[in-house]
């Protein structure tokens, strides 16, 4: 079945350092991927998002480019804040009407001042 | 535009008893999908609605169950709750014209005890 992975986590840096928090997949077809954000308290927000090879997703200074050669979606950001600090979830879907996601196990960022 | 709400968003039940979960989805959106969030399991598909008919359904037994209602708004119940349901449980709607694209709500934190 499909399935996303993702860094163990918690991942702990200092402000204004580059982000990187890698994902890779595997599906039967050609799924959709996604990041989403969990801070603390709260549901999950989306991010971004990619649906096909070499599209590159972006929001809030963060990317991620779909390498389908890699099967991977990893997160990018060039200079972290305080307020990154949070629990980024790698997804994907197959199934663009049933919306049955695969969710990796989530990495944990924490960003010191 | 409001985001998806659930109610309650805390809630404390004991071995044996029933639960019932509400979701409103953002105005428009008519899919509305359920999710169980535990730290050792992470986030686990319940199942999916749109138009009150359910599309797709994870790998839950069937004390599980869920509805939806002609304004889109749905419902989960688990019956003859156990421990081990105790999670953080998130609904999220989208828009069937937007590819899989989820909007979360802050979730129903269910302890059981």
């Known amino acids: 079945g499909n399935s996303v992975t993702q860094m163990e986590g918690p991942v702990t840096l200092s402000e204004e350092a580059f982000l990187t928090i890698n994902c890779t997949y595997t599906?039967?077809?050609?799924?959709?991927l996604f990041w989403y954000v969990q801070y603390p308290g709260e549901g999950l927000q989306l991010l971004l998002k990619?649906?096909?090879?070499?599209d590159k997703g972006s929001n809030k200074g963060f990317e991620a480019t779909y390498r389908k050669e890699t099967t991977s979606f990893h997160l990018e950001k060039g200079s972290v804040q305080v307020s990154d600090s949070a629990v980024y979830f790698c997804?994907?879907?197959?199934?663009?009407?049933?919306?049955?996601?695969?969710f990796g196990p989530g990495t944990r960022l924490s960003v010191l001042p | 535009k409001a985001g998806v709400t659930q109610t309650p968003r805390y809630l404390i039940k004991t071995r044996g008893q029933q639960v019932t979960l509400s979701c409103s989805p953002i105005?428009?959106?008519?899919?509305v999908s359920w999710y169980q969030q535990t730290p050792g399991q992470g986030l686990q598909f319940l199942f999916e609605?749109?138009?009150?008919?359910?599309?797709n359904k994870g790998n839950f037994p069937g004390r599980f169950s869920g509805r939806q209602f002609s304004n889109s708004r749905s419902e989960m119940n688990v019956s003859t709750l156990e421990l081990g349901d105790s999670a953080l449980y998130l609904c999220?709607?989208?828009?069937?014209?937007?590819?899989?694209?989820?909007?979360f709500g802050p979730g129903t934190r269910l302890t059981v005890t």
């Open positions: 599906a039967t077809g050609y799924p959709s």
């Open positions: 105005s428009g959106h008519r899919s």
């Open positions: 997804a994907l879907s197959e199934d663009n009407y049933g919306q049955n996601f695969v």
């Open positions: 999220a709607s989208s828009s069937r014209d937007r590819v899989a694209e989820q909007y």
């Open positions: 990619a649906t096909k090879a070499d």
């Open positions: 609605y749109f138009s009150e008919t359910q599309r």
